[in-house]
């Protein structure tokens, strides 16, 4: 067999824990009520951001995100939406990032980002409980170990896969535990990498300006410096968050940092937004969004100066999004990196692991 | 100059002065913040690793760094000197640079010598080299099958693990890479 289907093969138990997830994630906005929606993948004008990078297609771009279009919905009187598909951003590719990946979004009317951290904590316990579940049906029918449907000799081959994974060996292997569905106890912490996390207890809160104070011995609130915040966020900070026994939430960032969210209106220093971590890893990040049309202009005019400063592409404004701002009520939303959580369940260590085809 | 989009694993670079190589490469991007590249850099000379990140906007510096073809002469006391067949220099390294690759040295052995700014660092060896045993005990017949070994040593005194059915007068190759016991070319009389 040639070493490109070999591997293919040997990804089979990843392939199937992804597609579980995929499906938990539909059947958890399906049964709240969420509308699920497709925006182009292809945009005039992507959000302009100091440090993402659209890759073009023609005369247009790959969207890397879709939140200008999911707003323009919530404007238009959609009040629970949410999207699941392919985004795109240049040249990032590493263990943990691929220029092409898979993005869910979802956004609530007349709520903030205290509700979509509820949404998420939910979803992600959902998934866990889905895994466990599945794992008789899904998992029995179509996992190598499975004598009745007769899988290919070479898928066997991935059976030492699973058996070296944690997480995936709770779901393959479900006949041999007690007390559980399936074989993956509810409660039994998400094992990833030698790591163990309590996706099913509560998740540790904290400010980044507490967290900070706490790693980095210093308060980016009081006194940003961009450089150095992503320098300790990355050197200092999310290390020891990759310690931490659950998932964690860093919140209220400092209001330079704030992206497409609001300011927090009793303390304007900082912003509505929160960033979600399993196992040290970035996982989500989510907004009370932006409604205030001439501080979004402002800080997409401010963003194209800097972009334009470094030589890089500067995408037009997109007019449409910016004419609908004013009638989009106040709302939250968030991008979860689907890939990433993937990896996670699936107790991979790299995106490729988890990705059939690698372009 | 590098910039910081062709690190990778195994480049070669100069830090403070120091010739260095990355072991570890990882692209990082915090949530809307910059491009960002971890790396874990040895130092060639001490061998320390120190863990650095780099911005996409920064420049390293490429190491002057030449390897040579060398042939391996005689030993003379501490010292081994090495002959530059083109220009007919010879070279003194002591066991600072060539470490336990000093007890595998053959005469007329080709070898490479990485230099740094005209100065020795590193050897490469040719990855096996035949040596005599000089010194172990009595072979045990018919224990050919399992992995039992024994310690055994070579004429220079460098001692090494061989298997039982070794003997004294046999000629074994050994991996330098490893300095571990390979297979056995001949045996003894």
Redesign the interface.
């Known amino acids: 067999m040639a070493d490109s289907t070999r591997i293919l093969a040997e990804k089979s138990a990843a392939l199937l824990i992804r597609a579980a997830v995929t499906k938990a994630i539909r059947d958890f906005f399906d049964a709240q009520g969420f509308l699920a929606v497709d925006t182009p993948v292809r945009l005039r004008a992507p959000a302009l951001e100091r440090h993402i990078d659209a890759e073009p297609s023609g005369s247009l771009f790959l969207r890397t995100s879709p939140e200008l279009h999911m707003k323009q919905l919530l404007a238009a009187g959609y009040d629970r939406i949410y999207q699941l598909g392919p985004c795109f951003r240049r040249g990032e590719q590493g263990r943990l990032h691929h220029p092409e990946y898979t993005m869910l979004e979802w956004y609530r009317s007349n709520a903030d980002y205290r509700d979509i951290l509820n949404d998420t904590i939910a979803l992600v316990r959902a998934i866990q409980r889905a895994l466990s579940q599945s794992s008789r049906d899904t998992f029995s029918a179509h996992s190598p170990g499975n004598t009745e449907v007769a899988p290919p000799a070479h898928i066997a081959k991935s059976e030492g896969l699973q058996e070296s994974s944690g997480g995936t060996r709770s779901v393959a292997s479900s006949e041999n535990k007690q007390g559980s569905i399936g074989g993956w106890h509810q409660a039994e912490p998400l094992q990833w990498q030698q790591q163990s996390i309590r996706l099913q207890d509560e998740w540790l809160q904290m400010t980044v300006q507490e967290a900070f104070q706490k790693w980095a011995g210093w308060d980016p609130v009081s006194d940003y410096d961009a450089d150095r915040f992503d320098l300790d966020l990355i050197e200092k900070v999310e290390p020891a968050l990759a310690r931490e026994q659950t998932p964690v939430i860093l919140m209220d960032y400092p209001a330079p940092a704030a992206a497409l969210a609001r300011r927090k209106p009793d303390q304007p220093e900082v912003a509505e937004r929160w960033e979600l971590y399993i196992g040290g890893i970035e996982i989500a990040n989510a907004y009370s969004e932006l409604t205030n049309v001439e501080e979004q202009r402002a800080r997409f005019e401010q963003c194209a100066k800097e972009r334009e400063a470094a030589g890089l592409t500067v995408y037009p404004l997109d007019e449409a999004f910016l004419e609908a701002l004013p009638h989009m009520p106040p709302s939250g939303g968030i991008a979860l990196g689907v890939d990433r959580l993937v990896m996670l369940f699936a107790d991979c260590a790299t995106l490729a692991d988890i990705t059939a085809f690698l372009e | 100059m590098y910039t910081a989009s062709d690190l990778r694993k195994g480049l070669k670079i100069e830090m403070d002065g120091q010739p260095c190589v990355i072991t570890d490469f990882?692209?990082?991007?915090?949530?809307?913040?910059?491009?960002?590249y971890?790396c874990k850099i040895k130092n060639l000379i001490t061998g320390s690793t120190v863990?650095k990140?780099y911005?996409a906007v920064e420049k390293i510096d490429k190491p002057n760094l030449e390897e040579r073809d060398l042939v391996y002469s005689y030993q003379d006391g501490e010292q081994y000197v090495f002959l530059d067949s083109t220009t007919y220099e010879q070279l003194h390294l002591g066991p600072d640079i060539l470490g336990d690759q000093r007890f595998f040295l053959v005469e007329d052995m080709e070898v490479q010598i990485l230099f740094h700014n005209n100065n020795p660092i590193e050897i490469t060896l040719p990855f096996f080299v035949e040596k005599e045993i000089v010194e172990t005990e009595p072979g045990a017949r018919g224990d050919t099958a399992t992995n039992v070994q024994k310690p055994a040593k070579i004429d220079n005194g460098y001692e090494l693990q061989v298997p039982i059915f070794i003997n004294q007068g046999d000629r074994v190759r050994i991996d330098t890479r490893t300095g571990k016991y390979s297979d056995r070319v001949s045996k003894g009389f």
Do not use: E, I, M, S
């Not at chain 2, 990882?26 to 960002?36: E, I, R, S």
């Open positions: 990882q692209f990082v991007k915090p949530g809307k913040g910059q491009a960002l971890r863990d990140t911005r």
